[in-house]
C-alpha cells in the first residue's frame, strides 16, 4: 500500500511536471507540490512520527522534574542539618559548638571509604583526631557526597573564627582588631542568569529535536525513495533539477523545526512539574521564550537538512544513509558542551558553527539578554552558504545516483 500511494503521488508530481514542460505551470507551484509530496510522505509515517513526538513532548517535563527533584533532594539533605562523625570526643570544643549550631551528629559507618567510592554513601565523614586536627573525607567522583563538602568547610571556618576570637579576647585584644576589613559579597547576576547555570542543559536537548526531526526526513526522501523506487518516475521528467531538490528540502527543515518547536511548548506545561519552590520561582519559561526559541532554530533546521540531504544522497539504503550522516548528528549534537568545557569562557566565533551558534543564544535569552541582529546574523549566514553548496551538489547527483 505505501509503494503504491508513494507512485500515486510520483505519478501526480509527474503530471505537474509535464505541465511545466508546457509552460502551464511556473517553478513555484512545483516546488510547492514536491514539498507537499514530502510532507504527505512524512505524516502518513505514524510510527517513525509518533517516536519523533512522543520523546520532544516529554523531554521538557521530564528533565524539569528531574532537576528539581535534585535540587530537592540536595536542599533537604542541607537542611536535615546532619553530619556523619568518627572521633567526635577527641574534640569536645568542637563538639559543643556543632551542637549549638544544631547540628545532629551521627556516627559514620566503619567501612565509609569502600561506601563512598562505591557511591553507597552519599554525605562526607569528618574524621576528628583532636580539636585542632580534623579531615573532611569524601570522593571528587561521588558527586551527591561532594556537594556538602562546602558545608562542612563553612562549619570548620566559623568554629576556627571564634576559637581565634576567644582566645584573643582573653589576652585584651580588642575585637575591633580582628576584624580590619569588613568584607560583603554583591551579586550583579540577575534572578534569570542564576537559574540559567541550573537550566544550561535545555538549549542542548531543543538542538536535538532539530536533529533528529530533520534525519529522519531527510533520508527517507533521498535515500529512503531511492530504496523504495519511487524517486526514479519522479526524475524520468524533465523538470528542473532545483525545484525537485528544493521542495525536498523544505519539507525536511519544516518537520525539524516543528519538532523543535513541539519541544519549546513542552517547557511551558512543565512548569507545573517542578518541585522545588525557589526554582519555580525563578524560572519562567513563556511565549516569549519559546518564540526565541523556535525562531533561533530556523538556521539550523535549514542548514543541518541540506546537509543530511547532501550526505544521503550518495547512499542506496536509509540504513547506509543512517551510518554516513551519524558523524554530523553527533558532532553538531555535542557542539554546545564546548561551552561547558571551554575555560576561557564564551568566545565569538562560538556564532559560527552550527549547534554551538543556537546553544549560545538560546542561553544568553534564558539569561534575559536581549539579542540583536549582528549575534544571529552569523548563525543566518553560515546557514545560506550551507544550504546553497548542498542543494547544489543534491540537484547534481541526483541523476547520478539513481542510475548506479
Known sequence: MANTHERGIARMAANAFTCLTMGKISTLPLIFIVFSKELIDALRDRRTLLRLLIPAVLMGPLLLLAISG???????????????????????????????????????????????????????????????????????????????????????????????????????????????VSAQERDLASAQSRTSRITAMLPMFIIMAVLYGALTAALDSTAGERERGSLEPLLMNPVPPFALVTGKWLAVALLGWAIAWIACLGFIPAQWFIKNDSLQALFQFGWEEVIAFSLLQLPLAAGFGAVLMALAIRSKTFKEAQASSGLIVTLVGLAPMVSVLNPAGESAWYLWVPGLAQNTLMQRVLKGETLDWMQILP??????????????????????????
Open 70 to 180: 535534585l535540587i530537592s533532594s540536595m536542599q533537604e539533605r542541607i537542611e536535615k542539618r546532619e553530619l556523619l562523625v568518627i572521633g567526635i570526643e577527641n574534640a569536645p570544643t568542637l563538639l559543643n559548638y556543632l551542637e549549638r549550631q544544631s547540628y545532629t551528629l551521627k556516627p559514620a559507618p566503619a567501612d565509609y571509604e569502600i561506601r563512598l567510592r562505591n557511591t553507597t554513601l552519599l554525605e562526607p565523614v569528618l574524621v576528628v583526631t583532636s580539636d585542632s586536627e580534623v579531615e573532611i573525607v569524601t570522593d571528587s567522583s561521588n558527586q551527591r557526597a561532594h556537594a556538602t563538602v562546602p558545608v562542612m568547610q563553612r562549619l570548620l571556618m566559623g568554629f576556627n573564627q571564634e576559637r581565634g576570637t576567644v582566645a584573643l579576647a582573653l589576652r585584651g585584644v580588642s575585637m575591633e582588631v580582628l576584624q580590619s
Open 379 to 404: 548563525a543566518i549566514g553560515v546557514s545560506i552558504v550551507l544550504v546553497v553548496l548542498c542543494l547544489a551538489y543534491v540537484a547534481k547527483s541526483m541523476r547520478g545516483a539513481v542510475a548506479r
